[in-house]
């Protein structure tokens, strides 16, 4: 399989799902800016969205979207214990994490992303992420991750995205269970060496 990845971007939560589960994914760089793979390919003619994630599959087919594509590979092993079982309430559950994410935290990080955006409108979407991240620390409480005491996909994804708040001006600092989280998550040996591994990728 091969997973189109951009360093630092949301593609991080899927590197880390598979990494996780002892998964052999073969890694491709896209540079979000020219929208061109290292190789000179236009990454359009991939993926005409040009956005990442994107698996592509031994046979071709491709899966976008960090939700799906997370619960695609952790399937791959589910002994992994990284998604429950298909049809499940605790699957519906990750789902609905997994949804919560994308929709309330990860889009209302995305004009802080963008230079464009009116300063006033930023400091609007900071707001807005604020009482979002006071809810999702208050659904943490005292728990080690989202799900209870056994790390899952919604917590990759979660982690990838509060890993944005210091360089776009989201201080985690008032929110400690987070600071606590992040720490945790981040001393994971697959969280580790997946971030590791865009870091020596992203000049």
């Known amino acids: 399989m091969k997973l189109y990845y951009a360093p630092g971007a949301c593609s991080l939560s899927p590197h880390i799902v598979s990494r996780e589960a002892g998964l052999e994914l ?10 061109k793979l290292t190789d000179g390919t236009d990454y359009y003619t991939i993926n005409p969205h040009g956005y990442v994630p994107l698996l592509v599959l031994d046979d071709g087919t491709q899966l976008a979207e960090g939700p799906a594509i997370v619960q695609y590979l952790a399937d791959q092993k589910p ?5 429950p079982p298909a049809g499940t309430l605790p699957r519906y559950q990750l789902q609905s994490l997994l949804n919560s ?3 309330e935290i990860h889009k209302g990080f995305s004009p802080l ?3 464009a955006v009116p300063d006033d409108y930023k400091r609007m979407a900071r707001d807005k992420l604020a009482q979002r991240l006071t809810v999702m620390e208050q659904r943490l409480g005292h728990q080690a991750f989202l799900t209870g005491d056994r790390f ?8 990838t995205v509060l890993s944005w708040g210091p360089k776009l001006g989201v201080d985690l600092a008032r929110w400690p ?3 606590s ?9 697959a969280v580790r060496a997946a971030r590791e591994f865009e870091a020596s990728r992203a000049a």
């Open 79 to 83: 002994e992994s214990g990284l998604a």
């Open 152 to 159: 899952s996909a919604a917590d990759a994804y979660f982690y």
């Open 181 to 189: 989280y992040v720490e945790r998550v981040d001393a994971r040996p």
């Open 26 to 35: 073969e890694l491709i760089r896209v540079d979000l800016k020219s929208h």
């Open 113 to 115: 992303f963008n230079p």
């Open 177 to 179: 269970r987070l600071v």
């Open 101 to 103: 994410i994308s929709t």
